[in-house]
């Protein structure tokens, strides 16, 4: 496991470096600047997803699957569940901040239509690279250690949130550290990780998207500078977290679970 670990922060580590000294270098026009600051955005973390892929293979002579699921199938239904129910948890979000601040509801997606492009091929890969790296192998590693489910889903969220520590603000461990959580306790509870990269891929294109719209332009003074996490972030993804916990619930067992059916009378 340790050696697996160093590999994956190794090798995006080197492709983080070249892409950013490409940048300083290179010094591209705007628009090639754009898609250089996505690629470094998400690039290095589908470095990891692949190197991690490799390493279960080479060095734990295991299928990669087996970290999205004991059956070593992938499971469609759940990606879907997971992502449509995070679409509409986040949108109607954006909808209440909508009709309670009345700030504008506009997108400027034309203006920026190879960026959303290269996201769209790159977040659902960096969404699965997160979540089999830290809800499938890392909680796999330490459920050899720890008994706790609880205890391995904080340590989980702990390590998530120090390494997500960016320039948005103080609370940008908390926040997500009670975002891996509860990814953590959805996959520990349906022992698979479609649920979450479904959603994890939806939250961050939605984020992705939700960032060219007038309503977080405005509340970030225009778009000037990132958003910084604060009381009302915690609180919304706290939010978000119940709903998507109980609603994914319910619809796995709607939709994914085997009905019982009644059998003939016995004789």
């Known amino acids: ?46 470095v990891a997803g692949i190197v991690l892929v490799w390493g279960v293979r080479r060095f734990h002579r295991r299928p990669w699957r087996s970290l999205i699921a004991p059956d070593l199938r992938i499971d469609g239904r759940r990606l879907a569940i997971g992502g449509i129910t995070q679409l509409a948890i986040l949108g109607g979000q954006l909808a209440l901040v909508h009709f309670l601040t009345g700030l504008p509801w506009t997108f400027s997606v034309a203006a920026a239509l190879p960026v959303f492009a290269l996201a769209l091929v790159l977040i659902p890969l960096q969404a699965a690279s997160e979540e089999l790296l830290f809800r499938g ?79 977080v332009q405005a509340a970030v003074g225009g778009g000037a500078g990132p958003a910084m996490f604060n009381a009302a972030s915690i609180a919304a993804v706290l939010v978000n977290g119940a709903l998507f916990y109980g609603i994914t619930r319910l619809l796995v067992r709607l939709c994914c679970e085997p009905r019982l059916t009644e059998g003939p009378p016995s004789g």
């Open 137 to 215: 192998y890392l909680t796999q590693a330490l459920g050899r250690i720890v008994r706790s489910r609880i205890a391995i889903a904080a340590i989980a969220a702990l390590v998530f949130g120090l390494l997500h520590l960016s320039v948005r603000g103080p609370l940008t461990v908390p926040y997500f550290f009670v975002l891996s959580l509860v990814f953590s306790l959805v996959s520990l509870r349906d022992e698979r990780l479609e649920l979450t990269i479904g959603g994890h891929a939806a939250m961050n294109l939605f984020a992705v998207f939700a960032a060219h719209s007038g309503i």
């Open 1 to 46: 496991y340790a050696f697996t670990l160093l590999q994956v922060a190794l090798y995006p580590t080197v492709v983080a470096g070249v892409i950013g000294a490409t940048m300083g270098l290179a010094r591209p026009s705007e628009p090639v600047g754009r898609l250089l600051e996505v690629l470094l955005q998400f690039g290095p973390i589908v």
